[in-house]
């Protein structure tokens, strides 16, 4: 299968801290990896990178064989925090159309595709009704569509179901896996759970500590067709949560320092507080 | 309807005790008129030609001071709050003038632009402009970053995202600096009025009136104009803004009621 993604030794530091040392992988078209690692390892600095939002200190991204420099035009990001993400002031169906403003100039045509795009996720009835209307989920899933609906080469997801409950983080995985399944999308997942990077993946990239490095890149061998029961308690399944667990948890050499969760939230701060000051110096240029 | 019974309950409440404080001889009559009177005069009022056209002076003026506030203000704003160089270059002369009293500028104001209705409306642009800039900057200051991240993501460009995500996001803000500028000029008309002797508005009435005795009850009635005034003001921008931004953390929580 042809290369969507290709990372080549790419590095991001904050001043003389490096989030990012050297990460190299690529993502196949129609394939879902999924990278697991610690929180505040770098994989939102690796996730912004891609997605064009900061400029890597070393190394480049290529999406379908062109080099990023800035934002690609055909790349969807779903955050983490859909509460924040999704702009208050317009409708569910107007936050769907949002990404549509710059490429689908017909404004019937930007409707037609934002309502498709809506039933894709199940909220066909839910277009003129405001964010915060919706519960947490449904926000989750107006996110999901208005990443959809611009038919992106490559769909980025930063912790995307992190911030939900359990019953309803497992219906939007099995969401994700049939709606990819459906459009054949090309999807890169940041996740710190190991067990939904197994689940959804066709491969798991699993991360050091930061600085991030890749530590191992496993193929998913499990039936493409997933059941949050059945696949969960298969013994291929176990095995490889296993794997990644030690893999992340007792690395050679690196045994985690006694304070580590403490030290993994405060490295996590601290780029998050560097790179919205990037932000604010970029746009203030 | 309930809030509003309530604040007539309020007003009704106001009216007996002054009522009472005039009843009881605390304050004489001549110096206080009991409510009826107050009212039956501005009834009065209402009905003479000359008070009605000192009301619309005092009205056109503001509104047109509030229009010319909004005209400066919110470019001004925009400007100061998306470029940090001109925001810090002009940050001392701005926090200089904003808290001098308009009043204070008013025997500048009277020799440089005489006493007609030009300098009410300079000194009210002059106040009002405050709360909508200072909105305007603070709401820029406030956006959620992710939000720029999100239009940003999507393809849009630094012009774009301003007018796709900050200018919807700062309109609430601003309709807030609005509802507090409408308030401001109108004291600030009224009180130029009064003390730049001007020849017509609402304030050159309550001074020309204040002036033969035993005029206290014109004097209240001329008050009594403004507040009405000022409260209707409030009241329809309020819904109007509770109407237009019904998405907004500000007006949500009464929007649900």
């Known amino acids: 299968m042809p290369t969507m993604l290709e990372v080549r030794g790419l590095a991001h530091r904050y001043g003389s801290y490096a989030a990012v040392e050297n990460l190299s992988f690529t993502v196949a078209e129609d394939e879902l990896a999924c990278i697991v690692g610690p929180s505040g390892c770098g994989k939102s600095t690796l996730l912004r990178c891609v997605a064009g939002l900061i400029k890597p200190t070393a190394g480049g991204v290529t999406l379908h064989g062109d080099p990023v420099d800035g934002v690609p035009a055909d790349l969807a990001v779903v955050f983490q925090d859909y509460s924040r993400s999704l702009f208050p002031w317009l409708s569910v169906r107007g936050n769907v159309e949002f990404p549509l403003r710059t490429r689908v100039s017909n404004r019937t045509e930007r409707r037609k595709r934002a309502e498709e795009a809506l039933a894709w996720v199940g909220l066909e009835a839910a277009g003129s009704k405001y964010p915060w209307q919706l519960s947490g989920g449904m926000q989750q899933r107006v996110s999901i569509a208005r990443a959809l609906a611009c038919k992106p080469a490559l769909l980025l997801m930063d912790e995307p179901f992190a911030s939900v409950d359990a019953q309803t983080r497992a219906d939007l995985e099995d969401l994700l896996l049939r709606v990819r399944r459906e459009h054949g999308s090309t999807v890169l997942l940041v996740t710190h759970d190991i067990d939904e990077s197994v689940y959804l993946g066709d491969r798991v990239l699993v991360l050091s500590k930061s600085p991030a490095s890749i530590v191992a890149d496993l193929t998913v061998t499990l039936p493409a067709q997933r059941d949050q029961i059945a696949t969960r308690g298969s013994a291929r399944f176990v095995e490889l949560r296993t794997e990644i667990a030690r893999l992340l948890h007792d690395r050679p050499g690196a045994p985690p320092p006694p304070n580590a969760a403490n030290s993994d939230a405060l490295a996590a701060e601290r780029f998050l507080a560097a790179e919205r000051e990037e932000a604010r110096q970029q746009s203030s240029h | ?257």
Do not use: C
């Open chain 2, 1 to 257: 309807m309930r809030p509003f019974v309530r604040g007539l309950i309020g007003l009704g409440v106001l009216l007996l005790v002054w009522d009472g404080v005039v009843r009881l001889g605390l304050v004489a009559a001549d110096n206080l008129p009991p409510p009826a009177e107050v009212g039956a005069r501005l009834v009065d009022l209402l009905g003479q030609e000359e008070f009605l056209r000192d009301v619309v002076a005092t009205v056109l003026a503001w509104l047109i001071a509030v229009a010319v506030a909004v005209a400066i203000a919110v470019p001004a704003g925009l400007i100061l709050g998306t470029i940090p160089s001109v925001r810090t270059a002009t940050r001392m002369l701005i926090e200089f003038l904003r808290p001098i009293p308009p009043v204070a500028l008013i025997p500048l104001t009277m020799i440089v632009v005489g006493s007609g209705p030009d300098a009410k409306i300079f000194l009210a642009v002059y106040a009002s402009i405050w709360p909508i800039l200072f909105n305007i900057i603070y709401a820029l200051d406030d956006i959620d970053p992710l939000l720029l991240d999100t239009a940003r993501s999507f393809g849009h460009r630094r012009a774009r995202v301003l007018a796709t995500v900050a200018l919807p996001h700062v309109a609430p803000f601003a309709f807030t600096g609005l509802r507090l500028s409408a308030a401001i000029a109108l004291i600030v008309t009224v009180s130029t009025e009064y003390l730049a002797a001007s020849e017509l508005g609402v304030g050159a009435f309550i001074i020309t009136v204040s002036n033969s005795p035993n005029s206290m009850d014109d004097v209240l009635a001329g008050a009594l104009v403004i507040g009405v005034l000022g409260y209707l003001v409030n009241e329809v921008l309020e819904r109007a803004g509770r109407r237009m931004f019904r998405w907004s953390d500000t007006t949500r929580a009464e929007a649900l009621t």
